[in-house]
């Protein structure tokens, strides 16, 4: 049983918007939270009491000043939780179009598919309920032949859903790399428990790492704005006929999207969407 006790920080932005979310936990992520939900017009931000420095978050979110909405925040301890407990009531099984199954250690006798994955909690980091995390396995299962063999990279990988994917479906080596250090550990811990510790390599970072290496298969299912940040680092670091498979960003930023993957030299090559959210295909010729 988990009982470490949490700070709940509440972020007020004013006025609310998923972009300007967005860019607060960016920021925010600097920092070790583990997990974060919005609520308009709150972003709750939650991380360890014994991690919880106020003065370093308000030097994070003085960074915010002069954007085209105000902040304000409040924190508050929060009771121990049992994660393990609160997990078991809320995630179910998913099934990825009948062929991946992705389910917790505690879900016995379900009917077995061609890939399965168990997750077991830490926090809250994606489980493939979230439709970008969907279409991302998705994206994978229709491009089976490009992943088979090759060297598959998943960018902001949580608790490493994709990358472990990526590996059951036989790619040669897998990386996985996420800014927050507890979901970078999950990620190795879950690679383990699907016997795939061996291909999975997980690190803490950012795309800076990327540098170490060049890839077959870009997977970066973050958030818009720092998709168009790193989206020329990714480029620079697929090799020819590479692939990029990017999401979590709605629909409407899409073009932009686009436009940036391809003054990178990157070929646009289909798009999914669920639910608003979007998921696209890139090459590198």
């Known amino acids: ?56 978050l308000k030097v994070v979110l003085s960074g915010l000043e002069g954007m085209d909405f105000s902040i304000e925040h409040s924190a508050k301890l929060i009771p121990p939780v049992n994660w393990n ?15 991946c199954t992705i389910k917790a250690s505690f879900h016995k006798n379900l009917k077995r598919t061609r890939y399965n994955i168990t997750i077991d909690p830490k926090m809250a980091f994606g489980t493939g309920h979230h439709q970008t995390t969907y279409m991302m396995c998705r994206a994978l299962l229709n491009n089976e032949d490009a992943v088979k063999d090759k060297v598959v ?5 949580g608790t490493a859903v994709l990358a472990i994917l990526a590996a059951k479906m036989k790619a040669s080596k897998v990386y996985g790399i996420d800014i927050d250090a507890v979901a970078a550990n999950s990620a190795w ?53 590479g692939l990029l498979f990017i999401s979590g960003f709605y629909t409407e930023d899409m073009p932009m999207l686009t436009a940036c993957a391809e003054n990178a030299g990157l070929e646009y090559i289909s798009e999914d969407s669920m639910d608003n959210w979007c998921c696209i295909k890139f090459c590198k010729r």
């Open 153 to 157: 990279l998943d960018m902001g990988c």
């Open 85 to 99: 407990a609160l997990w078991e009531s809320e995630f179910t099984p998913i099934i990825v179009d009948g062929k």
């Open 189 to 241: 811990d879950n690679a383990r428990l699907n016997r795939v510790g061996k291909i999975v390599e997980t690190c803490y970072g950012d795309a800076s790492l990327l540098q170490m290496n060049t890839y077959d298969v870009i997977l970066a299912n973050i958030n818009r704005n720092i998709l168009l940040q790193d989206i020329p680092t990714y480029a620079r670091s697929l090799r020819r006929n």
């Open 1 to 56: 049983m988990n009982s470490q006790e949490y700070i709940e920080v509440s972020v007020k932005i004013s006025p609310y918007s998923d972009e300007a979310a967005e860019i607060v936990t960016a920021e925010i992520s600097e920092l070790p939270f583990e997990s974060f939900t919005e609520e308009d017009p709150f972003l709750k931000c939650y991380i360890q009491k014994d991690l919880y420095n106020p003065q370093d």
